[in-house]
């Protein structure tokens, strides 16, 4: 009597196979760390705080300018995750996340209706 494997166990061994052979890739290509502190995370700061401060212009809503000014940082993550030899970095999108929140603090307090004024907080 043969013993036909469940399909939820089928997609776990087939999960656990391109698991296996992306870990395999990615440690063939020898990617650098990516730490805190690495010398591209002061670009991701700063074009998210320049797309915050812009996106203040499009909506009044703090929140959805913060979402409008992370959106390509969003974007370009997943693109990096579908290159070979890079991946997704959370650390970049923590770092496009604070860029974002700070320009659209910068945005709505710089560029206030009456010259240098606060419009609004989160």
């Known amino acids: 009597m043969t013993r ?4 939820l166990m089928t997609r776990l061994l087939a999960g656990g196979f391109l698991a296996l052979v992306a870990s395999t890739s990615a440690l063939a290509c020898n990617t650098p760390k990516d730490e805190w502190g690495g010398n591209d995370k002061a670009k991701h700061f700063a074009v998210s705080a320049a797309l915050g401060a812009g996106a203040t212009r499009l909506d009044p809503d703090p929140w959805v300018a913060f ?24 650390r970049d999108l923590a770092w496009d996340a604070v860029g974002a929140a700070v320009g659209v603090h910068l945005g709505n307090w710089v560029l206030g209706p009456s010259s240098v004024s606060y419009v609004r907080s989160f």
């Open 4 to 7: 036909v494997l469940s399909p």
């Open 67 to 90: 979402g409008l000014a992370l959106a390509p940082g969003v974007a370009k993550e997943v693109y990096d995750s579908t290159r070979d030899c890079n991946r997704f970095s959370w």
